[in-house]
């Protein structure tokens, strides 16, 4: 359903994302990890047209996407959340998701727009009522918010942006079990960013580890997290370089 | 939605409004509601674009392009105001689509956009000032008199006919102005003020959006300054061009109320009586006088009653009328630090 060929993004000198490919298959969920600074955020942003690639392509059912516009790429299935949520706080919880059922949609009708807003709210488990105020909501509430915008855009292909951070571990369970739930339900493709390996693992069909910019380790979430490289990016050379800190410190302060 | 008891109160009002010339036939007040709900249709045809956090310092440009446009056309080729009109609205359209394209495109936003406008205003103003041998530059211009058709020149010399055509205006601005609210591209244009990129990961096409909006903004006020040139028969670059008639609509919106529909129709009754009155206090000793005391409001508003009269009105009477949007009530919080 996607495939994505040798994806580079530059930012002036720095390669944020260098030459990564991987293909996702319809129905499937993948994880995307990696420390911070790997280029997870930088693969969404160009999945979903934010950022446009300096090279690579990218084909989703078939038709290359890349570089196109934003509205472009959702209208044609491409749904996405972003890692902080960002509703509209001019508008009602309904009305945000209204919009994007309309103008996700492809601009079809009111009806069918506020219809989809109902079905979306339903799902993540909002309330329906027209004049509920973002305001309300908390951080659980904005993350389902995000997420609900997304669905009523009706995606093929949804990217789920870190929608795990700053939720206690309930919630996380919750959240998890939800995006399992659309692809069960809903039969939608997802591609889940996630700084947190735990509750992930436990969802996704298949991982893929990022760490600067480049495609170090894929597959099963069992494979993945036995990987030593993975271990390394994520633990290793963390405590190492630590030690190595550590012990110059105290060779220049005794010398 | 509007309830039952609503319309009936603007069938009421408009009633009375279409009622009173036939019945108050004073010249002069006649001519002073002429203006406010000329005026009226400007500011709202601004505020179409500046309630979503476009603020336009150029509309005085569209607004002289309307008035100079159709009085040139009938003066030099002898074109009829309905056609003129309709070119004049097409010339400041086309103009709107000329800047506003690379500006959205590039994504000039905030103060940025403000500058750009503010020099459209300015280039207008000078075309007209440079122009002279066609414009009369500062001296102003003044339509010929027709000797044939006066509706055909729409040319009246009947206050009663400008008073229905004024409100006819006016109410086609509060209409569209409704129309907007109530669409699904207020939401779209909500969202866009906020935060584009998220905008357009709803799927909303940003440029397109502030293009469409800015254009029927622009068309309208265009044709505001047309109508003003038709009822004055004298224009100059000052009173419907440049950078003060863009800034007296800037502060007759935030005066009388960004965010209600009637809240440009208050601030251009506010604005034209303040005129007036220094006009007949002062004399000529105040000429510009207004301009200075707008500048004052204005701070004085942006900082105290960030809704405008009307619109603070409205949430006094009616709390539990609906939910304040949220940024209405931040700026209430910004007004009351504490609560």
């Not at chain 1, 720095?14 to 319809?26: G, I, L, P, Q, R």
């Not at chain 1, 947190?196 to 480049?214: C, K, P, Q, W, Y």
């Given at each position: ?32 990890i ?25 084909l ?20 996405r959340?972003f ?39 339903a ?76 509750v992930?693992m ?21 494979a ?9 990016v ?22 | ?15 009375a409004?279409?009622?009173?010339p036939f ?5 002069y ?33 569209f ?29 400041a ?19 940025y ?48 006919t ?57 068309l ?24 003060a008639?863009?800034?007296?609509m ?67 009477l009616k709390?539990?009328?609906k ?17």
């Amino acid at each position: 359903m996607l495939e994505v060929n040798g994806l580079v993004k530059r930012f002036g000198g720095f390669t944020a994302v260098n030459n990564v490919s991987f293909k996702v298959d319809e129905g499937e969920i993948l994880g995307l990890i990696g420390p911070n600074g790997s280029g997870k955020s930088t693969i969404f942003n160009m999945l979903s047209g934010t950022l446009a690639p300096t090279s690579g392509s990218i084909l989703f059912g078939g038709h290359e996407i890349a570089g196109l516009a934003p509205h472009r790429i959702i209208n044609s299935g491409i749904g996405r959340t972003f890692q902080i949520p960002r509703p509209f706080r001019r508008l009602t919880i309904f009305e945000n998701v209204a919009l994007a059922g309309f103008y996700g949609q492809g601009r079809h009708s009111r009806a069918r727009a506020e219809e989809a807003a109902e079905r979306s709210l339903a799902m993540v488990g909002l309330p329906t009522d027209r004049h509920a105020s973002v305001d309300g909501l908390g951080a659980a509430g904005l993350k389902k918010l995000e997420l609900a915008k997304a669905l009523a855009t009706a995606p093929k292909l949804l990217l789920a942006d870190e929608s795990l951070g700053g939720l206690d571990e309930a919630e996380m369970d919750q959240a998890a079990d939800m995006l399992r739930n659309i692809r069960d339900e809903l039969g939608i493709t997802i591609i889940w960013v996630e700084h947190i390996m735990g509750v992930l693992m436990r969802v996704v069909d298949r991982v893929m580890v990022l760490d600067h910019g480049e495609k170090i380790s894929e597959g099963l979430p069992s494979a993945v997290a036995g990987d030593p490289r993975v271990i390394e990016v994520y633990l290793g050379t963390d405590a190492e370089t630590t030690q190595a800190a550590a012990a110059e410190a105290r060779r220049r302060a005794g010398g | 939605m509007i309830g039952q008891g609503r319309l009936a109160a603007w069938g009421i009002g408009l009633a009375a409004l279409v009622a009173l010339p036939f019945v108050y036939r004073d010249p002069y007040h006649l001519h002073i509601l002429v203006l406010i709900l000329i005026w009226s249709f400007a500011y709202t045809s601004w505020s179409m674009m500046g309630r979503f956090g476009l603020v336009s310092l150029g509309h005085g440009g569209f607004m002289g392009i309307g008035a100079y446009v159709t009085a040139l056309l009938w003066n030099h080729l002898g074109l009829s105001p309905w056609i003129g009109i309709p070119i004049s609205m097409v010339a400041a359209g086309a103009l709107a689509l000329i800047v506003g394209y690379p500006c959205f495109r590039f994504r000039i936003t905030g103060h940025y956009f403000v500058l750009v406008t503010l020099a459209l205003s300015g280039i207008v103003l000078q075309v007209i000032t440079a122009t002279r041998d066609y414009t009369g530059g500062s001296l102003g211009y003044t339509p010929n008199r027709t000797s044939g058709n006066k509706l055909l020149a729409l040319q009246f010399d009947d206050k009663t006919t400008w008073y229905l055509i004024a409100l006819g205006i006016w109410l086609f601005g509060i209409v569209v102005w409704h129309w907007v609210d109530r669409s699904m591209a207020r939401y779209a244009l909500e969202a866009i003020s906020e935060d584009e990129d998220a905008a357009a990961a709803a799927g909303v096409d940003v440029t397109a959006e502030k293009l469409k909006i800015t254009l029927l903004s622009a068309l309208m006020t265009a044709l505001a300054g047309a109508i003003y040139c038709q009822y004055q028969m004298f224009i100059t670059p000052d009173t419907v061009s440049g950078i003060a008639v863009s800034l007296q609509m800037v502060f007759a919106a935030i005066v009388g109320g960004l965010f209600v529909s009637l809240g440009p129709t208050v601030g251009a009754i506010i604005t034209i009586l303040l005129a007036e009155a220094l006009r007949i206090g002062f004399g000529t000793k105040a000429v510009g006088w207004d301009n200075l005391v707008y500048g004052v409001l204005l701070v004085l508003f942006i900082i105290f009653l960030p809704k405008g009269i009307l619109g603070s009105l409205l949430d006094r009477l009616k709390p539990q009328r609906k939910v304040p949007r949220a940024h209405e009530q931040e700026v209430v919080q910004i007004a009351r630090p504490g609560t």
